[in-house]
Structure formats: C-alpha cells, structure tokens
C-alpha cells in the first residue's frame, strides 16, 4: 500500500510539473506574440508572470527587458537587462540593449574600473555556466585522485615520477578552478547590486531632512552596503556613498 501510495506522489509530481513547463512555455508564446503586436503591456504581464512563479531564464528577462524598454519604463529594462546577465553574462543581446538604454539614462556619473587583472579574473569566472565550472572542477579532482593512487601503489620510479609531475600541474589547476567556481557562485548569488527605480536625493544619512550630497537618476545601477529600517546605504560605480529609502531601489 505505500509502495502504491509513493508511486502516486510520483506520478503527481511528474505530471504537476510537466503541466506547470507547458503552462510558462504557453505564456512565453503568447507574450511573445503580444509584443509582435506591439501590445507591449500585455506582453509585460504575460512575463512578469513566468517570473513571479520562479521560472527564469535569460531569454525571459530579454524579452521582459525589451518591452518595458518600448513602453519607456527604462529603469525596469535595465533591471531585467542586467538580472539576464547574471544568469548568462556573455549575453551579446542583454549586453547590447543595456548599453542602448545605457545611453538614453545618459547619467553623469564617471565610473571607476577595476584593475585589468580583477576584469579579466572576473570576465574568466563568468564565461561558463556555474554546473560546468562544476564537472570541470570535479574532473580534475577525479584526475588528482588517479594520480595520488598511481603515487602510492606502483613500484616502478618511472610510473611515480609520472604521476608526481601530473600532481604539479594538476593540483594547481584545481586550485583556480575551485577560485574560479566560486567567484562565479558569488556573482551568480550576489543580492547586494542593486537599480534606481527612480531619480533619488542621495542623503547623508538614513533621514528624509539630512543634507543631499548628490541627485542621481534613475536605472543606475549601485551596491548595497547596509541598511537601517526603511534605509539602505549605497555605493556608486564612482565610490560615492549614501542612503536612499528601500521603496526607490529594487535588487537584481
């Protein structure tokens, strides 16, 4: 009788999930058709609800991008535009529509790159999908593994000194990948980025009546730091810092 009863959840669940995939691809199909038609709200609906059940993709965040970007909500494109990239930073599409409403926000705040290095770790970490950083990383592992047993079995010197000199390379290569992994796992999971929602007084302090130090537009993109009640402390790409109420920014 459980036996029975556990092949019934199964089956349940197997077919709930099967009708919950058709259902998001349904909308998907049908917002993409709205936004052909150019009923750009309709298609936004149609998204935003793929979305709120937890379904994501970076094709989602696109198209949902994409049709907030022609109803001139641009602070909501650029936050789907940049949700997309995290989950596909080479995104050629997300990164050239981003840099389009980029240049339409036109805000003046002078960036400060990070050093080549840090950009070319960083651009490493994020040229490959999280699980195949993870078979990578678990297949050197496997091959560490091999070689640690070929060390410590074999008699013959020459199949030990094979088997060392594989460990010298190895072993460092694991070393950066794991680095690699979790570079990419922290990027993927970061919760502290953040986008204008809307043009802000940038306050001293977490008070309405403090002193402004700077009026930012909105679509910046900023990085939380902290937060007091409805408060949270931001840092811009140009190292400024400051608060601004919760209710005008929204995390990627």
Do not use: H
């Not at 029975?4 to 998001?24: D, G, P, R, W, Y």
């Not at 049908?30 to 309709?42: C, D, I, P, R, S």
């Amino acid at each position: 009788m459980g036996r029975k009863a556990n092949l019934s959840i199964l089956l349940f669940f197997i077919l709930f999930t099967n009708a919950f995939a058709q259902t998001n691809q349904e909308l998907f199909a049908l917002g993409n058709q709205q936004f052909e038609a150019k009923k750009y709200t309709e298609a936004i609906k149609s998204y935003s609800t793929i979305y709120q059940s937890g379904d994501m993709s970076a094709e989602l965040f696109l198209n949902l991008g994409n049709a907030y970007y022609n109803v001139d909500s641009l602070s909501k494109a650029v936050l789907n535009y940049e949700r997309g990239l995290k989950l596909s930073p080479n995104g050629k599409a997300l990164k050239t529509n981003l840099a389009i409403v980029n240049d339409k926000i036109d805000a003046d705040i002078l960036d400060m790159e990070a050093f080549v290095l840090v950009r070319w770790w960083r651009s490493v970490a994020q040229s490959l999908p999280l699980n195949i950083w993870a078979i990578i990383q678990l297949l050197a592992l496997a091959g560490i593994s091999y070689l640690l047993y070929l060390l410590f079995t074999k008699v013959e010197s020459n199949s030990r000194r094979k088997a060392f000199n594989g460990l010298i390379f190895l072993v460092p290569l694991f070393l950066i990948i794991t680095l690699l992994l979790s570079s990419r796992y922290r990027y993927l999971n970061d919760e502290n980025k953040a986008i204008l929602m809307q043009g802000i007084e940038l306050k001293e302090s977490p008070d309405s009546r403090s002193n402004t130090l700077e009026e930012i537009d909105l679509g910046i993109k900023v990085t939380i730091i902290d937060q007091i009640d409805d408060w949270s402390k931001i840092q811009l790409s140009n190292q400024l810092k400051g608060w601004v109420e919760n209710t005008k920014i929204e995390k990627i």
